[in-house]
């Protein structure tokens, strides 16, 4: 009989932007020889960007989340998924506009193909595309549904409180928030954007391994491994909220509607930035 180990098993669970200071400080090791999970074509693209740090692996990605939109059903046939229709919707639309990472913002410049380095690799904001965004908030603003008061809401939760509360029809939140309480009046779909192409910013968790001893890291492995087998993640994650890193354990989903929604976001998505250009550039867009 195998048991498990009196000391604990060195995996941890960490959202990404931890995940990634975490390993560039050296506090993490590779997983690179201790598994061969990643080499599988079964696992999506944002999940192998999500583990991979300055090109080393250092974490198995186990749960993912995007940026969606919610609507009321009894307002909405189906919502408005450009920017001409929101604005022709006449109802406010519900983000955290003080958020400081800003990310609807920034998800509207990427999806206008927006840069966020230059040929130097440093940060930077295409004016001409930024303008186009910030011309698209002018006109919502001047019609009252992008009122000044969002920018009191600083986190998703405030906006979500604000939508179960009916201050307005339409939220702009993460997948989790929507697929772990399943409003009966609601329903999700991808944000809107200039021409309702879809697309969506993708975040994520992974587990990593911490341990100084190489035989305690193996043992992780092993355990992570098991964690991530879709006969157990593809359950797990359906009724977490959270979108699954691979494409089997997305098939193991009950929910029809919600697994079509999943899959979109999933191959629609990009990764979110690295947590020194969403700190600086998130920073500008905010104040813009």
């Known amino acids: 009989m195998n048991l498990l180990p009196s000391a604990p098993v060195p995996a941890v669970a960490l959202?990404?932007?931890?995940?990634?200071?975490?390993?560039?400080?050296g506090l993490l090791y590779p997983v690179d020889g201790f598994t061969?999970?990643?080499?599988?074509?079964?696992?999506?693209?944002y999940a192998r960007q999500l583990a991979n740090i300055q090109g080393g692996t250092y974490g198995i990605p186990f749960a993912g989340n995007g940026l969606v939109m919610v609507y009321k059903q009894k307002v909405f046939s189906k919502p408005p998924r450009t920017w001409d229709a929101f604005l022709n919707a006449k109802v406010p639309l519900l983000f955290p506009a003080g958020q400081p990472e800003a990310y609807f913002t920034l998800a509207q410049y990427l999806a206008n193909d927006g840069k966020l380095v230059d040929e130097e690799g440093k940060p930077t904001l295409d004016s001409a595309v930024l303008a186009e965004v910030f011309n698209f908030y002018e006109?919502?603003?001047?019609?009252e549904q992008m009122p000044y008061w969002l920018t009191q809401y600083e986190t998703n939760q405030q906006t979500w409180q604000?939508?179960?509360?009916g201050r307005s029809p339409l939220l702009i939140t993460w997948f989790s928030r929507y697929a772990s309480e399943k409003p009966k009046d609601s329903a999700v779909d991808l944000i809107p954007t200039t021409s309702?192409?879809?697309f969506?910013?993708?975040?994520?968790?992974?587990?990593?391994?911490?341990n100084s001893e190489e035989s305690r890291r193996a043992l992780a492995v092993e355990l992570v491994e098991f964690l991530v087998d879709p006969?157990?993640?593809?359950?797990w994650s359906e009724t977490a909220g959270f979108l699954p890193p691979t494409n089997s354990a997305l098939q193991k989903w009950g929910d029809s509607n919600l697994h079509l929604v999943a899959e979109r976001i999933i191959h629609a998505a990009m990764l979110v930035p690295s947590n020194d250009l969403v700190n600086v550039i998130g920073a500008a867009l905010k104040e813009g």
Do not use: M
């Open 15 to 25: 959202p990404r932007s931890v995940f990634e200071t975490a390993a560039l400080k």
């Open 36 to 45: 061969s999970l990643l080499n599988n074509p079964d696992w999506f693209l």
């Open 139 to 143: 006109q919502a603003r001047r019609l």
């Open 162 to 165: 604000a939508y179960l509360d």
């Open 196 to 198: 309702g192409e879809d």
């Open 200 to 210: 969506s910013l993708i975040n994520g968790w992974c587990w990593s391994l911490a």
């Open 231 to 235: 006969e157990f993640l593809g359950p």
